[in-house]
């Protein structure tokens, strides 16, 4: 299970953290991502850490890089979005999913129920 | 970054009828095509993976098919609970990228 808090209203520039607490599965060995739906509009992938034992490595896409950090706490199985200097383009739901890889597949699943980010003075 | 183009982007069916919906890579992604179904309100939940495993619980209607960048989510005969909003995803490399969604609806 995975439940998303942190989000709100916030002014453009503005800054808010993003936590997902998880249970149910060893979050330790968990890839962990962040994918976003503005209202009304499709899904888009955000950021995702790997696991520490695979090297903890992060990856954004291109809207947020240099702006949101992804990270981890394997001691309270939480991962966290910072998000800074946003931008009314960042107004979302965001979800905190595990990105489960299972052989030669991959796949996101589960999903929080997202917490919801609104960027607007 | 690998582009994911489905089609179509709305659909109107009845109950009982025959769907299905494609999705198209930009590039090879091998079979690391994942399907979710989301409804209003609710987060994404998976349907298929790989291309054409199904999710343990998902109802058997519900197939996934591969040919070449091409991929295809069959609903063999509409339920009331299927009208929901459909998207595929990549999972080859990053940054994941998402179909733009296929709305499908009652007629």
């Known amino acids: 299970q995975l439940v998303e808090s942190g989000g709100g209203v916030v002014k453009p520039g503005g800054s808010l953290r993003l936590s997902c607490a998880a249970s149910?599965?060893?979050?330790?060995?968990?890839?962990m991502s962040w994918v976003r739906q503005a209202p009304g509009k499709g899904l888009e992938w955000v950021a995702r850490?790997?696991?520490?034992?695979?090297?903890?490595?992060?990856d954004y896409a291109a809207p947020v890089k240099g702006r949101f950090t992804i990270s981890r706490d394997d001691s309270t199985n939480t991962v966290y979005l910072q998000m800074n200097s946003l931008k009314s383009e960042d107004t979302a739901m965001y979800y905190c999913?595990?990105?489960?890889?299972?052989?030669?597949?991959?796949?996101?699943?589960?999903w929080g129920q997202g917490t919801l980010v609104t960027v607007s003075s | 970054d690998i582009q994911m183009t489905q089609s179509p982007s709305s659909l109107s069916a009845s109950v009982g009828d025959r769907v299905t919906i494609t999705c198209r890579a930009s590039?090879?992604?091998?079979?690391?095509l994942n399907w979710y179904q989301q409804k209003p309100g609710k987060a994404p939940k998976l349907l298929i993976y790989?291309?054409?495993s199904l999710q343990s619980g998902v109802p058997s209607r519900f197939s996934g098919s591969k040919s070449g960048t091409d991929f295809t989510l069959t609903i063999s005969s509409l339920q009331p609970e299927d009208f929901a909003t459909y998207y595929c995803?990549?999972?080859?490399?990053?940054?994941?990228?998402f179909g733009q969604g296929t709305k499908l609806e009652i007629k």
């Open positions: 999913t595990t990105f489960t890889i299972f052989g030669v597949s991959d796949w996101f699943d589960p």
């Open positions: 995803q990549q999972s080859y490399n990053t940054p994941y990228t």
């Open positions: 850490i790997k696991s520490k034992g695979d090297g903890g490595k992060t």
């Open positions: 790989a291309a054409s």
């Open positions: 590039q090879s992604i091998s079979s690391y």
């Open positions: 149910g599965f060893t979050f330790s060995k968990a890839w």
